[in-house]
């Protein structure tokens, strides 16, 4: 039986690279707003794991935009 493969060719609305110094530690995907202001939220709590990282946001969809 084959797998099937969820997700695959849909462009996020954005990626969050989570950055400490010049090496990237993580990446998120969200794919709304709501989404990334959530995963940004886990920055400013000083008690969560990404606090110690430094965000930077690509908007992969509008760079698509730009390209085309």
């Known amino acids: 039986m084959n797998p099937i493969f969820l997700g695959f060719e849909v462009t996020p609305y954005a990626v969050i690279i989570w950055r ?11 794919f709304d707003e709501l989404e990334l ?10 008690k969560g794991f990404y606090h110690q990282y430094e965000p930077k946001v690509y908007y992969p ?3 698509k935009e730009m390209i085309a």
Do not use: E
């Open 37 to 46: 202001q959530v995963a940004l939220a886990m920055h400013d709590n000083p």
């Open 20 to 30: 400490d110094g010049d090496g990237a530690k993580s990446k998120t995907i969200c």
């Open 61 to 63: 969809a509008q760079r």
